[in-house]
């Protein structure tokens, strides 16, 4: 009885222990990933002022920052595995939608769409995202290192009520944009007859992927309410499961 009392708490101290280097680990790990993302998108601010400061001119900006950004919100996809193995607290579906919907902007619109390249509306999400993502990931760090300014809580959980929407509008207006030269090329595109029976066609996939953000763009942006109430308002929110 005394040894498997003895056992019982050998093996729950041994599963403590194994919880806490976990949880030291996972902790270390999103400091250094928070950290780096942080500095990654300072860069791209600082590239794109500098920019637009030498050429007073948006035009090229997207093509001189292309590699930097491509890199550091391809690299956000791992925030889609912090929340399968759950060292974060968030939704893998709203992560998931987030993160696709933006490596799908950068890799298969403006980065695949030269044309577009130079639009406004490009300049215009460019610098929502960087806005955000400064915002956010120094946000997690000082979470992280449990010295967190009130004003970075306060701008992590307010400016997206603000650049949510005006980002949403910079995404769809590059899309709409690049409709003609999809259709006019015919890029990423099967049509019939061809030996796999398979037609495709980009033009009708980006339309569709215009009219997806009428449902799944409301869900994000309430869900940032809901997180900005239990953050900053301390209240307790009741989500569903995914
Ligand atoms: C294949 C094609 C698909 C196409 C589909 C198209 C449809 C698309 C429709 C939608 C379009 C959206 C497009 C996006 C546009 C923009 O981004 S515009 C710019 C403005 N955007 C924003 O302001 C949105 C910002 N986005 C987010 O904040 C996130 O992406 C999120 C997933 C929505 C955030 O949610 P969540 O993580 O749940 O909130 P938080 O409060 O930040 O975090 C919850 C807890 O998790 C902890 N945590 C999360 N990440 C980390 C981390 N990296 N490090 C450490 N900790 C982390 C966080 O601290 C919280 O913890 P607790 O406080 O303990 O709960």
Known sequence: MASSEEDGTVEEKETNNKKRTKSALATAW???????????????????????????????????????????????????????????????IVTGVQVCSRIFMVWFVTNSIRPIQNEESVILFLVVWTMTEITRYSYYTFNLLNHLPYFIKWARYNLFIVLYPVGVV?????????????????????????????????????????????????????????????????????????
Not at 30 to 37: D, G, K, P, R, V
Not at 65 to 82: C, D, N, P, S
Not at 86 to 92: C, D, E, K, L, N
Not at 188 to 194: D, G, K
């Open 30 to 92: 999103l400091t250094f990933y928070n950290i780096a993302m942080t500095a990654g998108w300072m860069v791209l601010a600082m590239a794109m002022m500098r920019f637009y400061i030498q050429k007073g001119t948006h035009k090229g900006l997207y093509r001189s920052i292309a590699r930097t950004l491509k890199f550091f919100q391809t690299v956000a996809l791992v925030e889609v595995g912090h929340c399968a193995i759950g060292i974060v607290r968030t939704s893998v």
């Open 170 to 242: 910079g995404e769809l207006l590059t899309i709409y944009a690049a409709l003609p030269f999809v259709r006019r090329s015919g890029m990423y595109s099967t049509r019939l007859p061809n030996i796999y029976n398979v037609s495709f066609d980009y033009y009708y996939c980006l339309i569709i992927v215009m009219l997806s953000y009428i449902p799944l763009f409301p869900q994000l942006y309430f869900h940032m309410l809901r997180q900005r109430r239990r953050v900053l308002h301390g209240e307790v929110i009741v989500e569903k499961d995914d």
